[in-house]
């Protein structure tokens, strides 16, 4: 407790000597979205030339001012720090736990998007390009692991929304069409939709990849009996 509540007194103090307005330029140039990881955005605004975070459902958490470049976030328990160079992008402040890793975290452009969102706006081809461009940066990231994507289209299937999660059973195709698995969702859904003969197509095409596919088997002889 003590090494924890000792740097923070200290932010405390740097923080009580350092000007508490920000400048015009300062609020310009880092207001705006950053990317959190692939999939997830910290965003950045002021109110009355105070800094706020949105972030993971927090719609107003405040940062406490260390200096004209570093501010104090409580519910991280991390200091960020808006670097301008080359590009305006923000670092948290190297501490032990980081074990050595340097936390980046890039501007967004206006209107840049990430998956999650393009899928809540129904913009699916932006949505698979989105996917696309993560599993060719880094092909094991959390954010394109197929089974992660095959739960989310299953959500949808619960609420009955049976066309968005056939399109998120669509890009899964795209990104693992070697997967036994998600041409069995695709089948599932159009099974759904009471288009068999689709749904047929992609049994079978499940089936082809791994021919001991039990479900992919079970929904073909159900297909068959009516």
Request: charged fraction near 30%.
């Amino acid at each position: 407790m003590r090494k924890f509540m000792y740097p923070l007194f200290l932010l405390v103090i740097l923080a009580s000597c350092t000007s508490k307005k920000n400048t015009e330029d300062f609020i310009n140039a880092s207001s705006g979205r950053y990317l959190f990881n692939e999939n997830e955005v910290l965003e950045i605004f002021f109110k009355e030339q105070i800094l706020y975070a949105k972030w993971r459902g927090n719609e107003h958490i405040k940062l406490l001012k260390v200096n004209d470049s570093s501010f104090y976030m409580k519910e991280l328990n991390e200091k960020i720090v808006f670097v301008k160079q080359p590009e305006m992008h923000i670092e948290l402040a190297t501490k032990t736990e980081h074990e050595g890793i340097i936390y980046h975290f890039k501007k967004m452009t206006t209107g840049e998007k990430i998956p999650n969102e393009y899928f809540k706006a129904n913009e699916f081809d932006k949505a698979l390009t989105a996917f696309k461009a993560i599993k060719e940066k880094d092909s094991l990231s959390p954010v394109i692991r197929e089974q992660s994507i095959n739960r989310l289209g299953y959500t949808f299937i619960r609420k009955k929304n049976y066309n968005t999660a056939l399109e998120i059973f669509k890009i899964n195709a795209e990104l693992y069409p070697k997967s036994s698995n998600v041409f069995n969702s695709l089948g599932e859904v159009y099974f759904l939709k009471k288009d068999t003969v689709t749904a047929i197509v992609n049994f079978k095409k499940s089936l082809s990849i791994n021919p001991e596919n039990r479900s992919s088997k079970r929904f073909l002889i159900k297909i068959n009996e009516k």
